[in-house]
């Protein structure tokens, strides 16, 4: 059944506008009578019926509400040192198919790239529509948000917030499986860029409460450390099932 968001529905009906209510009219040549789900964004799945078509509205009748299956059981923030040229863009799109609750940019000592604030809330528009891409395309129940940059010790006082905040480092030899199988529904996860963490940015995760973690022996690319994290993660909570 074909997928779509939309913020403008509740259990009395809902609208599809814009793009959307285009590709239902033109692209798939859905008419009135035929179902589709609308997701609300924030995890709830609606099953409608077309009550009207047109190129520019689609007006939906709701039948059921449920919680959207796509979405994990555990919320897990990826907080993401600033990696140089593009590789950002990769990291959000396979951090929201793997399932991931929201993501933020952090300026840390070894990033190559160095973007100012002006510079990084340009970039934030482009990451916010990548990151609802990955939804639409994986089904999610929710669009994850890109959130704007923080510095390391802002980044770190937000991850102490969470119950199971942990730092993938690679000089770490404690496994990870033991950690996440104890997380209490939410996870906050802190991957480097290139250069990964100095010795200093490590000590100071692991005073502020973070579980200084391994991801195994090989040293893993900037743009493959998450991905392999949240796997890992999405596994460990039966989220991969």
Request: contains cysteine.
């Amino acid at each position: 059944m074909p997928r779509f968001f939309t913020q403008t529905i509740s259990r009395d009906g809902g609208t599809i506008v814009g793009d959307d209510a285009k590709h239902i009219s033109r692209v798939l040549r859905m008419k009135v009578g035929e179902k589709l789900t609308a997701c609300d964004t924030k995890g709830n799945d609606y099953d409608c019926v077309l009550e009207s078509v047109s190129d520019s509205e689609v007006r939906l009748k709701v039948l059921a509400v449920t919680p959207s299956e796509s979405e994990p059981n555990v919320k897990v923030k990826l907080y993401q040192a600033i990696p140089k040229s593009d590789k950002m863009e990769l990291i959000i799109q396979k951090s929201v198919e793997l399932g991931v609750d929201s993501i933020t940019p952090v300026m840390t000592r070894r990033c190559v790239a160095k973007p100012d604030e002006k510079s990084m809330a340009k970039k934030l528009e482009r990451y916010n529509r990548i990151a609802f891409e990955a939804a639409k395309q994986s089904g999610r129940g929710k669009i994850p948000q890109v959130l704007p940059m923080l510095d390391l010790k802002d980044a770190l006082e937000e991850m102490a917030q969470s119950s199971c905040p942990i730092l993938f480092y690679e000089n770490a030899t404690a496994p990870a499986k033991e950690v996440i199988a104890k997380a209490q529904g939410d996870i906050a996860i802190l991957i480097g860029s290139e250069g990964g963490f100095d010795e200093e940015e490590a000590a100071l995760a692991q005073q502020s409460g973070c579980n200084v973690l391994s991801l195994g022996k090989r040293i893993l690319r900037c743009e493959t450390a998450p991905i392999a994290a949240l796997a890992i993660i999405m596994f460990e909570t039966g989220n991969m099932q």
